[in-house]
């Protein structure tokens, strides 16, 4: 991660995901795989309302490292919170409803590298 450009965000986010207990976080370097953001950060909340307190505490520190105001979706219910900061995406999800989505296949994070076949 030391090679990405958004090293000082995701270090920011990482902090404040630790402070606020969220679990089982992982960070995924997009950097050179997709042109929607330069990391994904997953993090889990034991339940709606810690997910709720853990998009609170991120969306303040962002606002008052001076970056603009996220996108962000999934408030009302907090099931699945998305953060887009436009550098970083941050998901944060209940357990059950991150085990149901899986993004963390999808984006290949647990996945060992592909290989050519030829």
Not at 52 to 80: F, H, N, R, Y
């Amino acid at each position: 991660m030391a090679d990405n450009p958004s090293a000082d965000s995701i270090a920011l986010a990482l902090r404040v995901l630790d402070d606020m207990k969220a679990e089982d976080v992982t960070v995924i370097d997009l950097v050179g795989k997709t042109s929607l953001a330069d990391a994904m950060i997953i993090a889990s909340g034991r339940v709606n309302r810690h997910v709720a307190s853990i998009a609170e505490t991120l969306i303040e520190a962002l606002k008052d490292a001076g970056q603009p105001t996220p996108k962000v979706e999934g408030m009302p219910a907090c099931d699945w919170v998305l953060i887009d900061t436009g550098d970083i995406i941050v998901h944060i999800f209940r357990p059950e409803v991150r085990d149901f989505y899986n993004l963390e296949k999808m984006w290949g994070a647990d996945r060992p590298n592909e290989r050519l076949v030829g």
